[in-house]
Structures are given as C-alpha cells and as structure tokens.
C-alpha cells in the first residue's frame, strides 16, 4: 500500500481552522495520494447527478473543490458550465491551475458560507465534503435552501460521518418537511486503498 502521510490524519482534525491549515499544507500532494489510494467517490457523485440531470450545461456549484479532482470527474461526464469554492487558499491555487476546468473560483468564508442568490446554482455538489471538522450536518440544509426548484444536490458522506447520525438526520429533515425528495443513494468505494467506503446522495428541491 501507498505512503499516506495525510490521509493518516485527515479524518481525526476536530476544527474548521485545523481543516484549513491542513488542508492548506497537503495541496501540494494531495492529487498523487488520493489517487494512489484509488480515489472512487468524485466519479460516483458525477454519475449520480448525470444520470438525474436533463441540462448538463446549467450551473453547478462544487462546494469544497479542493485542487479541482470532483470537477474533472464532472467535466469528464459533460458538464460544462462548473464553479467552485474551497475555505483552502492553496487547494484553490490548485484548481486554477487546471485551466478551463472552472468558470469561477472563490474562496469560501464560514461566517457567510454561501454568499449567492437562490438558485444562481442549479446544481450543487459536495464531494468528500461533509464531516466534522469539515463540515457539519446543517450545511446539508444551508445548500438545499439555495437550490432553484427542481435543482440537485450531489454529495458524500464516507463510513466515519455515516457513524454521526445527525448527518442522515438532515437528510431525513430535509426529506420529511418536503423541501426535497431523496432520489438516489448507493454506498460503494470512497478509498479503497484505505478500505473506506462512502454513501452518495442525491437530493432534488421541490
């Protein structure tokens, strides 16, 4: 198995600002050990919003881009017209390095996470995104209160945020108030290298 100095520590740091400085710290090897330990989830979330997706060229927001892998995986099934923000300044270094990829890059900021009109976004991704420490379960209700009628949500929970039940308690929040419907979600490969697996979710705003 691979060297994995990061992935050793990126599921035990606790606050928003340790997730910044770390992620901050692993941009510059972040692609090669993600990769190298068989990074599944960012193709599974593009195949999930592809198949529910009637215009591939309408917004999509990737919600914690990092150095841009999730938006491969989507360009790569036809999306077109992709945005993404990171709280990591040199994650988004990154992510503007792969040239055409991104319409808009923009550095996220906690005390106003989503700075944007409803619906400026058809679509929102989070891929890899939403854990503690990363991100908690109320953001899952802060994105669907964006999302344009009709609009998708895209996103991941892997096998230690499943252990927080409070996250698929928001989903179910989200569900039973009638806010969105819950239209696919199948657990599978996140990285394999490391045995982890991870849920995708897609959600659709009524």
């Avoid at 600002?17 to 993600?34: H, I, L, P, S």
Wanted: proline residues 3%.
């Amino acid at each position: 198995m691979s060297e994995k100095p990061f992935l050793d520590n990126a599921y035990s740091v606790e606050t928003v600002a340790e997730t910044k400085a770390f992620y901050n710290d692993w941009a510059a090897t972040y692609d090669a050990e993600v990769t190298a330990n068989g990074y599944a989830t960012p193709r599974r979330c593009a195949r999930a919003l592809a198949k529910f997706c009637t215009d591939k060229s309408a917004a999509l927001l990737d919600v914690g881009c990092g150095t841009g892998i999730s938006a491969m995986a989507f360009s790569g099934a036809k999306f077109s017209n992709i945005s993404g923000c990171d709280l990591s300044s040199e994650m988004l270094a990154k992510a503007g390095e792969r040239a055409g990829l991104y319409q808009d890059l923009w550095q996220a900021d906690l005390n106003d996470p989503f700075p944007f009109e409803t619906g400026t976004y058809t679509n929102i991704a989070a891929v890899g995104v939403l854990a503690t420490g990363h991100a908690p379960a109320d953001t899952i209700l802060q994105i669907t209160a964006k999302l344009p009628v009709g609009g998708l949500f895209v996103f991941s929970l892997n096998d230690h945020t499943l252990q927080d039940s409070s996250y698929e308690g928001r989903i179910a929040d989200s569900v039973d108030s009638g806010e969105c419907e819950l239209i696919f979600k199948d657990y599978g490969a996140h990285l394999p290298g490391i045995e982890l697996k991870s849920t995708v979710y897609v959600l659709r705003k009524r």
